[in-house]
């Protein structure tokens, strides 16, 4: 089974005395190891389907099986156990705490995992090291630059070793240096860690990182092609 198996999956929202239909019927298979990255215009639906495939959001009808677990029908409390373990998060806002330390936004995640404080901290050190920020874990967001920052919600992402991660526009914010800098570091995740990346971008050129581009035109899967 795919790591990630969607059929038939729709997503309405109220609308006056009818709904809004944004994703119409979804079917997608993303296998373990794949670096894909989700295109479309503004409104396509795109971000929709990232909430559901992060277990943000819940879909109006249709079937998702995450890891072999179906979880289209979960409570909240269980889609967030499942978040907690199996997935990463890095958004273009970077989200970090102010008032905190990169080593303290990094082992948040853990907090909420109730791992010990000692382990919390090893693992969080050695998070940050592996996205070259061992000689900054004691500052805070304000005192980095924005690709630093974005590697500090990098390293909280991977914090867990949880088997995905999510990344909605993680460049947006950043020059281009910065966003060729970030790109490559997912694709050393991708590559030689072995996580499953799904990116959302609107940016041909971030795209060109993944190893398939699935573009989402009004709610449906329009292409689906591997980046040879």
Known sequence: MSLIELKQITKSYPLGEGFLQILKGIDLNIEKGDFVAIMGPSGSGKSTLMNILGCLDKPSSGTYFLDGKRVDGLSSDELATIRNQKIGFVFQGFNLLSRTTALENVEL????????????????????????????????????????????????????????????????????????????????????????????????????????????????????????
């Open 109 to 228: 995640p853990m907090v909420y995992a109730n791992i010990p404080t000692k382990e919390r901290e090893e693992r969080a050190k050695k998070a940050l090291a592996k996205v070259g920020l061992a000689e900054r874990m004691d500052h805070q967001p304000n005192q980095l630059s924005g690709g630093q920052q974005q590697r500090v919600a990098i390293a909280r992402a991977i914090v867990n070793e949880a088997p995905i991660i999510f990344a909605d526009e993680p460049t947006g914010n950043l020059d281009t240096k910065m966003s060729v800098e970030i790109m490559k570091l997912f694709t050393d995740l991708n590559t030689g860690l072995g996580r499953t990346i799904i990116l959302v971008t609107h940016e041909e050129d971030i795209a060109r990182y993944a190893k398939r581009i699935i573009k989402i035109v009004d709610g449906e899967i329009y292409s689906d092609n591997r980046n040879d």
